[in-house]
């Protein structure tokens, strides 16, 4: 599907500075689509899409979960948990979008999960180390991020969850499945 009709799709749905970022993470995932010799225009169509649920009503997102079949763990969850399952049920069911890696990538965006993908990964590592982003430590994470995909994902699962414990946020299954899968368990 083109480019600017996926832009027209998004843009109503955020401020300037979501689109911005997602411009920001459509071009970090085309560069390492073609760094790691996966398709770019997958690539692109997964980060254009991946935030465009960030605003919906929390309230109508629970809806969805509870009617189609989504993991019923999602349901006590909020915006920042829900936003990644509504886009991959929105680009499916409103954009006709078929591929099943491409709903995966925008679907675990945020947590993550175990067994991901390249493209998953992709999706996932972009949206941390896009230009726009400047926690402290983004660099590091840019660096690794471009030298090895696998290493890349670990460096941000780890930051993410460091994030998360030292704020005590709780954290969603997945992201802690997806952080043990990643880093590995002992047998
Ligand atoms: P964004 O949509 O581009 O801002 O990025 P993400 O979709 O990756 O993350 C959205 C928010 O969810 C961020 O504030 C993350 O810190 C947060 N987040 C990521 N994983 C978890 C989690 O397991 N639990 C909770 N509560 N928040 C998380
Ligand atoms: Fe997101
Ligand atoms: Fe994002």
Redesign the pocket.
Same mark, same amino acid.
């Given at each position: 599907m083109e480019r600017e009709k996926l832009l027209a799709y998004i843009k109503p749905r955020m401020p300037q500075k979501r689109y911005d +970022?997602t411009l920001g993470v459509a071009e970090t995932a085309i560069e390492l689509a073609n760094l790691y010799g996966e398709d770019a225009e997958k690539a692109e169509i997964a980060a254009i899409l991946h935030?465009l649920a960030?605003y919906e009503d929390e309230e109508e997102m629970r809806v969805i979960i509870r009617e189609n079949g989504f993991d019923k763990r999602l349901i006590p969850?909020g915006a920042?948990?829900l936003?990644?399952p509504i886009a991959a049920y929105r680009a499916k069911n409103e954009l006709g979008i078929q591929d099943e890696d491409i709903l995966n990538a925008m679907h675990y +965006?945020?947590?993550g999960r175990v067994g991901m993908s390249h493209l998953e990964k992709i999706i996932y590592v972009a949206?941390?180390t896009e230009p726009n982003r400047n926690f402290p430590g983004v660099e590091r994470l840019r660096e690794i991020a471009r030298t090895d995909l696998h290493a890349g994902m670990r460096a941000c699962i780890s930051h993410?969850i460091s994030?998360?414990v030292s704020a005590e946020?709780?954290?969603?299954p997945l992201?802690i499945e997806c952080y043990n899968d990643i880093i590995g368990v002992e047998k």
């Open positions: +970022h935030d960030k969850w920042e948990i936003h990644g +965006h945020t947590t949206d941390m993410n994030f998360l946020i709780p954290i969603y992201s």
